[in-house]
């Protein structure tokens, strides 16, 4: 919980939307070896929920005012790294991305389920009305 030892300035100093950010920008260049065929199907979908985990988790950010809306923006969030590990599977079972990346890449979306889930839960400590 090291979000509580240092002053957050903006959604970028959270390590759970560095973490989306991170694997966002790995799925986009692995995405880039899967075939032409792919263009616009698979790849624009994995490119496409994968980078709506980091910009719910944003636009949440800047409603946190208003707890129901950030609660929902996270809930956005979570929905979108569910999709993003379900077309993580489809690469798999097409051969697109090896047994090991997948089992990588799949961990790392539960680690970033389990941080939006704290933020679910500790809202309040997000939330605070500006004076």
Known sequence: ?????KKIRSVRDLEVYKKAFN?????????????AEEKYSLIDQIRR????VCANLAEGWRKRRYKPMFISKLSDSISEAAETQTWLEFSL???????EKFE???QRYEH???????MEHKADSFCKKSS
Request: aromatic residues 10%.
């Open 104 to 106: 990588e890449l799949d």
């Open 93 to 99: 079972a097409c051969g697109y991305i090896s047994k």
């Open 23 to 35: 694997t966002a920008m790995e799925i986009f260049e692995i995405s880039k070896g899967f075939p």
């Open 112 to 118: 970033i389920f389990a941080m939006l889930h704290t």
């Open 49 to 52: 929920s994968s980078r709506s």
């Open 1 to 5: 919980m090291g979000e509580k030892t």
